[in-house]
C-alpha cells in the first residue's frame, strides 16, 4: 500500500489526470479498474475519476509496487539563464536564438531545465517533494527564436498565466528583420495551418485553417531590408514566419520559408504586457 498526501501544487486537479503524471506505468485500464474496485481511495473513501484533489488530502493506492513508481525528474545543473524579473510565482527570461523552449528528446539543453535547476539552486524547488508538478514555461518560442519567456514557480500560477493566454490578457511584441522594403503599417489577418514541421497559409478560411492576427509596423531600413515590429493578436505556429513570407516580406535568413540570404534570421520576443489579473504582478511590461 503506497500513501500519498496531497501539496499544494497537486491540488485543484483531477484524481485520474493527478495519478497518470506521478505514475507513468500505471495504464488508463488498471487505474480505473483500481478506482472502481476500491483498490484506490481518497480519505479512505471511495474515490471519483473525476474527483477534485484538494490540499492535504490523502490518497491510498493499493497496487503493486511495480506500478507505482514515479517519473523521475532529473536535475541538469545547468542554471545559465538572464532573468528579466521574478517574484514568488513567476519568471520572466530572455531566451537566447538557438537555445529549445523544451527538450525533444532525452539529454538535450532546454530553457525549461535550466530553469528548473536555477529554482533548485535556489531551494525553491525540489522534485522529491513534488508529486505531479515541476516549474514549466507558459509560452514557447521556436529554437531560433530569442526573447522573454514567462515561467510559472508553482501550479497556481501556471494556470493564472495560461488562462491569461487564452483569454488573450498576455499581449507579445516582436523584432524582425524581414527582405525588401515594407513602407507602411499593416493590420494582418491569415488563416495558418501546421503541416509537419511549417505552417500553410491561406487569404480565406479553409478546413483545418484557423484565424491568425498581428499588428505590423516598419520602423526602420537596412539595406534592402526593414526592421518591423510584430503585435501578435493570435499565437499560431510560425505565425510571424510564414504570415510574413505569404506577404512576401520573408525573415531574412529563414531559409524554411522562402530566404535565401546566408545570414542568421532575426526574430526576438524583447516585449510582454500582461493585463491585470487576480495574480498580484509587481509590474506588469516586461522589456528586454
Not at 537566447?96 to 528548473?116: H, K, N
Not at 524581414?178 to 478546413?207: F, I
Not at 512576401?248 to 524554411?256: E, I, N, R, S, V
Request: hydrophobic fraction near 40%; include cysteine; aromatic fraction near 8%.
Amino acid at each position: 500500500m503506497k500513501e500519498i498526501r496531497i501539496r499544494e501544487n497537486d491540488a485543484n486537479q483531477r484524481l485520474d489526470k493527478f495519478l497518470q503524471k506521478t505514475f507513468p506505468a500505471l495504464t488508463k485500464g488498471m487505474m480505473y479498474k483500481a478506482i472502481r474496485s476500491k483498490k484506490i481511495k481518497v480519505n479512505r473513501k471511495r474515490a471519483e475519476f473525476s474527483q477534485i484533489l484538494n490540499t492535504d488530502d490523502v490518497i491510498l493506492l493499493f497496487l503493486p509496487d511495480d506500478v507505482l513508481v514515479k517519473k523521475e525528474k532529473k536535475i541538469t545543473f545547468n542554471n545559465r539563464i538572464k532573468v528579466v524579473y521574478e517574484d514568488d510565482n513567476i519568471l520572466v527570461v530572455d531566451k537566447p536564438a538557438g537555445l529549445l523552449s523544451q527538450s525533444a528528446a532525452e539529454g538535450q539543453d532546454c530553457l525549461v531545465d535550466r530553469i528548473r535547476s536555477y529554482l533548485y539552486q535556489k531551494k525553491e524547488y525540489d522534485p522529491k517533494a513534488e508529486h505531479s508538478f515541476a516549474p514549466c514555461i507558459c509560452n514557447r518560442l521556436d529554437r531560433n527564436t530569442s526573447g522573454l519567456v514567462i515561467a510559472a514557480k508553482n501550479a497556481y500560477a501556471a494556470r493564472e498565466i495560461n488562462e491569461a493566454i487564452r483569454e488573450h490578457h498576455v499581449h507579445k511584441f516582436y523584432h524582425a528583420k524581414v527582405e525588401g522594403h515594407l513602407r507602411s503599417d499593416m493590420d494582418v489577418t491569415l488563416y495558418m495551418k501546421k503541416a509537419d514541421t511549417k505552417a500553410l497559409v491561406s487569404l480565406e478560411p479553409q478546413e483545418g485553417y484557423v484565424k491568425a492576427q498581428m499588428r505590423v509596423h516598419p520602423f526602420r531600413r537596412e539595406g534592402d531590408s526593414t526592421w518591423i515590429k510584430v503585435e501578435l493578436i493570435t499565437g499560431r505556429f510560425h505565425q510571424i514566419r510564414a504570415g510574413m513570407a505569404f506577404l512576401g516580406y520573408p525573415l531574412a535568413g529563414d531559409g524554411k520559408y522562402g530566404s535565401l540570404r546566408r545570414e542568421n534570421m532575426k526574430l526576438d520576443a524583447y516585449r510582454i504586457v500582461i493585463d491585470p489579473i487576480e495574480m498580484e504582478l509587481e509590474q506588469n511590461e516586461f522589456m528586454k
